[in-house]
């Protein structure tokens, strides 16, 4: 089989993992692939490179796809998300000066109590701003911390602003004063623990356990002539990323990701996020959270076509567009067609629907497959809301 190149942009987060491990491992060279993986600055460097041509897939934020379907933020290619490559992994980390009014006031950073994190937040701030870091305007950061502080209910309407700060630079923004806190992927919110610019307040599964974080997203128009080359690169990454699902490769993942290319970090620290031990303060202190982030159990990789129904509505009414429009045009964003027939062939399970309630699974449980035996894990919400996807949603979710 000649092997073909095909470009790739990313960001230097722990969620690329995929991509790079394929590229590293030789999961790509099996597939017949070589994978030039581009570094890029933002993630409005990442979506424009994809939608303009000048790569062929891309490592991107679950709810840019969802956003061009819906014309939203200036770019008018179709994009579609043809599979998830990571499940959560973000933290929401909080300044020096925010952390010491909230430990005074007796708040543990418990990171089990997203209610009480809130209210003390609120607290700690005496009534000013807070200023909140988010990677991208459609990002599941910035989906994320509006959930939570809207659900939360101590904050007023004007009392948080959220401003778009590339991920790499989250932790020089706290450190400057120009943000007062930041939800962001690792190893950028380790990085500021680390430097001691910051302490990590919540991991993003304390708000929503299953969060779709990065997909794997390509031209919709390359999707469909070239369906052998994506099929290829789907079943690449799709078996890097089974391989990172095995706490035995975890040690070699962490080593390979430090490396200068890709993201020029020391390996413990990016350790930590695949091990689910965070260290959240300069002082060492250290808080367990299970499945932190999760590249392939519980068909992690599969892309629900409710999760960018939920996306496609909150979009929606932030920009004044009819919800049930937007949830079906999401729908279309995520193809869980492609990965079906991309996968199959490697025998994946693949779950019999492509939507389900999302927020309603509150302990691993046993869902109908095409073939085998599917364990999907828990993805509640952290108020006890559900979403689901076949009913008309008239208010804000």
Same mark, same amino acid.
């Given at each position: 089989?000649?092997?073909?190149?095909?470009?790739?942009?990313?960001?230097?987060?722990?969620?690329?993992?995929?991509?790079?491990?394929?590229?590293?491992?030789?999961?790509? &060279?099996?597939?017949?692939?070589?994978?030039?993986?581009?570094?890029?600055?933002?993630?409005?460097?990442?979506?424009?490179?994809?939608?303009?041509?000048?790569?062929?897939?891309?490592?991107?934020?679950?709810?840019?796809?969802?956003?061009?379907?819906?014309?939203?933020?200036?770019?008018?290619?179709?994009?579609?998300?043809?599979?998830?490559?990571?499940?959560?992994?973000? /933290?929401?980390?909080?300044?020096?000066?925010?952390?010491? /009014?909230?430990?005074?006031?007796?708040?543990?950073?418990?990171?089990?109590?997203?209610?009480?994190?809130?209210?003390?937040?609120?607290?700690?701030?005496?009534?000013?701003? *807070?200023?909140?870091?988010?990677?991208?305007?459609?990002?599941?950061?910035?989906?994320?911390?509006?959930?939570?502080?809207?659900?939360?209910?101590?904050?007023?309407?004007?009392?948080?602003?959220?401003?778009?700060?590339?991920?790499?630079?989250?932790?020089?923004?706290?450190?400057?004063?120009?943000?007062?806190?930041?939800?962001?992927?690792?190893?950028?919110?380790?990085?500021?623990?680390?430097?001691?610019?910051?302490?990590?307040?919540?991991?993003?599964?304390? *708000?929503?356990?299953?969060?779709? &974080?990065?997909?794997?997203?390509?031209?919709?128009?390359?999707?469909?002539?070239?369906?052998?080359?994506?099929?290829?690169?789907?079943?690449?990454?799709? /078996?890097?990323?089974?391989?990172?699902?095995?706490?035995?490769?975890?040690?070699?993942?962490?080593? *390979?990701?430090?490396?200068?290319?890709?993201?020029?970090?020391?390996?413990?620290?990016?350790?930590?996020?695949?091990?689910?031990?965070?260290?959240?303060?300069?002082?060492?202190?250290?808080?367990?959270?299970?499945?932190?982030?999760?590249?392939?159990?519980?068909?992690?990789?599969?892309?629900?076509?409710?999760?960018?129904?939920?996306?496609? &509505?909150?979009?929606?009414?932030?920009?004044?567009?009819?919800?049930?429009?937007?949830?079906?045009?999401?729908?279309?964003?995520?193809?869980?067609?492609?990965?079906?027939?991309?996968?199959?062939?490697?025998?994946?399970?693949?779950?019999?629907?492509?939507?389900?309630?999302?927020?309603?699974?509150? &302990?691993?449980?046993?869902?109908?497959?095409?073939?085998?035996?599917?364990?999907?894990?828990?993805?509640?919400?952290?108020?006890?809301?559900?979403?689901?996807?076949?009913?008309?949603?008239?208010?804000?979710?």
């Amino acid at each position: 089989m000649k092997t073909v190149t095909l470009s790739v942009a990313y960001i230097p987060l722990v969620d690329a993992a995929p991509l790079i491990v394929a590229q590293e491992m030789g999961f790509a &060279e099996a597939e017949g692939l070589s994978l030039d993986l581009i570094r890029a600055p933002s993630w409005s460097s990442v979506r424009d490179m994809l939608s303009f041509g000048r790569v062929d897939a891309a490592h991107i934020l679950s709810p840019v796809p969802v956003a061009v379907s819906l014309g939203l933020g200036g770019a008018a290619t179709p994009l579609s998300a043809v599979m998830v490559l990571s499940v959560n992994g973000s /933290s929401i980390c909080v300044n020096k000066t925010l952390a010491t /009014s909230m430990r005074e006031a007796g708040f543990a950073f418990g990171f089990d109590y997203p209610f009480a994190a809130g209210k003390a937040l609120a607290a700690a701030s005496g009534g000013k701003p *807070i200023r909140f870091g988010v990677p991208f305007p459609f990002s599941m950061h910035f989906e994320l911390v509006r959930y939570w502080l809207d659900a939360v209910g101590a904050f007023q309407p004007d009392s948080i602003t959220i401003r778009t700060i590339p991920p790499a630079m989250m932790s020089d923004a706290l450190a400057a004063g120009d943000i007062d806190a930041f939800c962001v992927g690792e190893p950028w919110g380790s990085m500021a623990v680390e430097n001691g610019f910051g302490e990590m307040l919540l991991p993003s599964t304390a *708000i929503w356990k299953r969060a779709p &974080e990065k997909v794997l997203a390509v031209r919709t128009d390359w999707a469909e002539t070239e369906p052998h080359l994506l099929g290829r690169l789907m079943r690449a990454v799709w /078996s890097a990323a089974r391989w990172l699902g095995d706490p035995e490769s975890l040690i070699t993942a962490a080593e *390979i990701l430090s490396r200068r290319p890709y993201l020029d970090v020391p390996a413990d620290i990016i350790d930590r996020s695949l091990g689910g031990v965070m260290t959240i303060s300069d002082k060492g202190e250290q808080r367990r959270v299970p499945a932190f982030i999760d590249f392939f159990n519980g068909a992690a990789n599969f892309p629900w076509r409710s999760q960018a129904a939920w996306i496609g &509505e909150r979009l929606a009414r932030r920009a004044s567009l009819d919800p049930a429009f937007a949830a079906q045009n999401a729908r279309q964003a995520f193809r869980s067609d492609l990965y079906r027939s991309a996968l199959k062939p490697l025998g994946a399970l693949l779950p019999a629907a492509s939507e389900k309630v999302e927020g309603a699974i509150l &302990e691993r449980t046993p869902a109908a497959a095409e073939t085998g035996r599917l364990f999907l894990e828990p993805d509640g919400f952290f108020d006890g809301q559900t979403y689901d996807p076949s009913a008309q949603h008239t208010e804000k979710q």
